[in-house]
């Protein structure tokens, strides 16, 4: 069981930067990618980006590619996403997710999954 909490949402300025985190807990967290998804109202979830479990590779989506940064804490434990250049479109709940499955973006793959974060690019 991987436990996961999100935290460092908030209300940011069109072309502001935010850092969101997720914690994770529970046995063998080392062993899991993790990931972040992002769900707008009205629309379907979508994937933003992972960190692998094995040798830490990163994977983005192409719409935030070169903005968004996925990163690791010391502890491992902690997975952070740094986000620059925000705009209205990266308004979302922001969720971090658990896998087995090494280095994927596939939803399907993620059996665990935060509260979620809400990010919100506004003037």
């Known amino acids: 069981q991987v436990y996961l909490v999100e935290s460092g949402g908030g209300l940011v300025p069109p072309g502001g930067s935010l850092r969101i985190s997720c914690a994770a807990s529970g046995s063998t967290v080392d062993y899991y990618t993790i990931a972040w998804f992002r769900q707008a109202p009205g629309k379907e979830r979508e994937a933003v980006a992972c960190i692998s479990s094995s040798d830490d590779g990163t994977q983005y989506a192409d719409l935030v590619k070169g903005r968004f940064t996925i990163s690791r804490g010391n502890s491992k434990n902690t997975v952070y996403l740094q986000m620059n250049s925000l705009g209205p479109e990266d308004t979302a709940v922001y969720y971090c997710?658990?896998?087995?499955?090494?280095?994927?973006?596939?939803?399907?793959?993620?059996?665990?999954w935060g509260q979620g974060t809400q990010v919100t690019v506004s003037s």
């Open positions: 997710a658990a896998s087995l499955v090494d280095d994927t973006l596939r939803s399907l793959d993620y059996d665990y």
